[in-house]
């Protein structure tokens, strides 16, 4: 499972669409706006959190399903249950570089001292966008899935709140998400409802992959 991972995770680092989208723009974004406070950093954290994890996992699988590669794989001592685990193993992975150079950008512009926590925070915080992801991915197939999965992120982001101002559905798991990184970099106590929130997503989108997963 470990080598089938890695090369997963090699796999993702070399497409230049999640370069560019998923690493990059928060940078980007980060850079041109971050003066503007220390809530900037932590909703550019989120946003690189929330999208790698949808799509650093969703879109492989979509693509591997298109292209026949599951049924390959099937023939090979690689177990179903390892190749899930790796999955979603895969999409946190790929969710650290763009939080991570975010932060550490924060760090240096905005003086974050706690750049760590929010590292943590939002990287632990994104396994259910994972979930989320591997479920579309196993739902659709080629390009329908990264559609499918950019409209689900484009409506995380606005109705959660880290984009285009306050949350509009305050259930939203980047909402949630956000609530966290924002009290992680200004030192507020992380709440509860938050964390159950989140839990309850990842909880409901793992129950929705097991589901897929045994039907498929």
């Given at each position: 499972?470990?080598?089938?991972?890695?090369?997963?995770?090699?796999?993702?680092?070399?497409?230049?669409?999640?370069?560019?989208?998923?690493?990059?723009?928060?940078?980007?974004?980060?850079?041109?706006?971050?003066?503007?406070?220390?809530?900037?950093?932590?909703?550019?954290?989120?946003?690189?959190?929330?999208?790698?994890?949808?799509?650093?996992?969703?879109?492989?699988?979509?693509?591997?399903?298109?292209?026949?590669?599951?049924?390959?794989?099937?023939?090979?001592?690689?177990?179903?249950?390892?190749?899930?685990?790796g999955k979603i193993v895969q999409g946190i992975i790929?969710?650290?570089?763009?939080?991570?150079?975010?932060?550490?950008?924060?760090?240096?512009?905005?003086?974050?001292?706690?750049?760590?926590?929010?590292v943590a925070v939002t990287v632990v915080g994104s396994?259910?966008?994972?979930?989320?992801?591997?479920?579309?991915?196993?739902?659709?197939?080629?390009?329908?899935?990264?559609?499918?999965?950019?409209?689900?992120?484009?409506?995380?982001?606005?109705?959660?709140?880290?984009?285009?101002?306050?949350?509009?559905?305050?259930?939203?798991?980047?909402?949630?998400?956000?609530?966290l990184g924002m009290g992680t970099v200004m030192s507020?106590?992380?709440?509860?409802?938050?964390?159950?929130?989140?839990?309850?997503?990842?909880?409901?989108?793992?129950?929705?992959?097991?589901?897929?997963?045994?039907?498929?």
């Open positions: 499972m470990l080598a089938y991972t890695k090369f997963e995770v090699l796999r993702t680092m070399h497409n230049i669409r999640y370069l560019v989208f998923l690493v990059l723009m928060p940078v980007v974004f980060e850079l041109i706006w971050g003066k503007q406070g220390q809530g900037v950093t932590a909703a550019m954290a989120v946003y690189a959190a929330t999208g790698a994890g949808l799509l650093g996992s969703g879109n492989t699988i979509a693509e591997d399903r298109n292209t026949g590669w599951l049924r390959q794989l099937r023939v090979t001592p690689l177990s179903d249950k390892a190749w899930l685990t790929t969710v650290i570089p763009g939080v991570l150079l975010v932060s550490v950008i924060g760090a240096y512009t905005q003086h974050i001292d706690r750049w760590p926590l929010l396994l259910p966008f994972v979930l989320i992801g591997v479920f579309a991915g196993m739902l659709f197939k080629g390009k329908t899935a990264t559609v499918a999965l950019m409209l689900v992120f484009f409506a995380l982001m606005f109705t959660g709140g880290v984009i285009g101002g306050d949350a509009i559905w305050a259930l939203a798991p980047t909402n949630s998400l956000m609530t507020r106590p992380i709440g509860a409802e938050a964390l159950l929130n989140l839990g309850a997503w990842t909880i409901a989108a793992a129950v929705a992959v097991l589901l897929r997963w045994r039907r498929a």
